[in-house]
């Protein structure tokens, strides 16, 4: 494996995506700031341009709302290439334009790992820390019922896994009366057997309108808006945020007793998130009290959290070894499963480094090595689409390790790569 030139490429990549001061995720499908795209960017230039890693987390946490929620969408420049855009979303007078829903808060564990990499940036740390307990503030009080539940998402974009068949029945229920018409762009810039169907987008752009209807008002949306779901996967990146918010706080002085009450009543949540008939932490429908019954690998975040559960670990090896490369999206053996539709199925080398990390820190190295092995070979497999790597995995790639043998493994079944880099998506090896 050439991990060299994999490393040259993904920096390449970083740089041809900088807008000056922010990332774009992808050319084309996606020409904004998206909150936790930034962050994993931010993290891959404290490879080589700490400088710039902490303009990208600077930028996006500069667009925090009044109430702590940083968006997921920062509309830096007019593009007419992405829908819905700032006029759609409503969410006031505000430069830039946001959205109105947040994504997964992976900020603090990366800023906390931008600062390992360049302690000179300590006094930037310390500027940021306040925007980042008042944004975990924000998903306290907002999304986990303060301290009553698990995290919530109000749509499935603040997921950041769009289409994940962890919706579905939350979707169900929303009805798309009044939506009308509007031109998706996504589909003219990537497959359309690739992205979510037009039914689901009608529902994302009810649930929209619900939030823009409103002006935004939270009590509102949990209250009454049409899709509300407990999610594994930001449950876990927020547990795990959490507890390096306050080791971030200890190391720069602050005062953390507020974010460990919030970690403490977030891990006595968990619980919740197990569906004894799945055998695994499942996304729940907080209307109606109906599980997914799917097992996405959200739900493999638990190590990560550090939640060690021998029966996840299972699932976790099980519905990897049923695919070629990495971790897919869903799992292989159920009938949800696609191998081509974004969340559906395809891997995403933003997960996997977050499961790798889980597994490292567990002191399962070997397992984590086999993962980012893996999720590099997806990459390099085909030089001659060395394009398609995606941002997020400039920093996994960036760490050459020694070789180690990889364990063998069934090549049952082949699995989609989505990468959000030139809007490309590749078939791995069937
Ligand atoms: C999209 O438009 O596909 C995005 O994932 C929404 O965040």
Same mark, same amino acid.
């Given at each position: 494996m050439d991990v060299q030139a994999l490393d040259t490429e993904a920096r390449r990549i970083l740089r041809d995506n900088d807008r000056g001061g922010y990332t774009v995720p @992808?050319? +084309?499908l996606y020409p904004y700031q998206w909150n936790w795209d930034s962050v994993f960017a931010a993290w891959g230039f404290a490879t080589f341009d700490a400088d710039r890693a902490w303009q990208e987390v600077e930028t996006l946490l500069a667009s925090q709302w009044d109430d702590g929620m940083v968006p997921h969408i920062l509309f830096h420049k007019p593009d007419p290439g992405y829908f819905p855009g700032p006029d759609v979303w409503g969410t006031g007078e505000r430069h830039p334009p946001t959205s109105g829903i947040s994504q997964p808060p992976v900020a603090a564990t990366l800023i906390r790992r931008i600062l390992d990499a360049d302690p000179a940036g300590r006094d930037r740390a310390a500027a940021l820390w306040p925007r980042l307990r008042d944004w975990h503030r924000w998903w306290h009080l907002h999304r986990c019922h303060g301290g009553a539940t698990p995290a919530c998402v109000t749509h499935p974009w603040e997921s950041g896994r769009d289409n994940c068949p962890d919706w579905d029945v939350g979707m169900? +229920?929303?009805? @798309?009366? +009044?939506?009308?018409d509007y031109t998706r762009r996504d589909t003219g810039h990537v497959d359309p057997q690739m992205r979510p169907k037009k039914e689901e987008y009608d529902r994302y752009v009810a649930i929209l309108n619900f939030g823009k209807g409103c002006g935004w008002d939270q009590e509102q949306i949990i209250a009454n808006g049409p899709f509300l779901m407990t999610d594994p996967g930001i449950t876990f990146i927020l547990l795990r945020a959490h507890h390096d918010l306050i080791e971030l706080g200890r190391e720069l002085g602050q005062d953390v007793q507020e974010v460990e009450a919030w970690a403490t009543t977030l891990e006595s949540a968990v619980?919740?998130?197990?569906n004894d008939s799945l055998g695994a932490y499942d996304a729940r429908d907080m209307r109606s009290g109906t599980f997914a019954n799917n097992l996405s690998?959200?739900?493999?975040l638990a190590l990560y959290a550090g939640i060690d559960n021998p029966a996840m670990n299972d699932r976790l090896m099980a519905a990897w070894d049923a695919v070629t490369y990495g971790i897919p999206s869903a799992d292989p053996a159920s009938p949800n499963f696609d191998a081509r539709r974004y969340w559906r199925g395809p891997m995403w080398p933003v997960v996997n480094s977050l499961i790798a990390m889980g597994l490292s820190g567990t002191g399962r190295t070997e397992v984590a090595e086999r993962l980012r092995a893996e999720t590099a070979e997806t990459a390099i497999g085909r030089p001659a689409r060395?394009? /398609? /790597?995606?941002?997020?995995?400039a920093r996994i790639l960036s760490t050459p390790t020694p070789t180690v043998p990889r364990p063998a493994m069934p090549r049952r079944r082949g699995v989609v790569m989505a990468a959000r880099s030139s809007g490309a998506l590749r078939m791995a090896v069937p």
């Open positions: @992808t050319h +084309g169900q +229920g929303v009805s @798309t009366d +009044g939506v009308g619980p919740q998130m197990w690998s959200a739900a493999f060395a394009a /398609i /790597i995606s941002d997020w995995l």
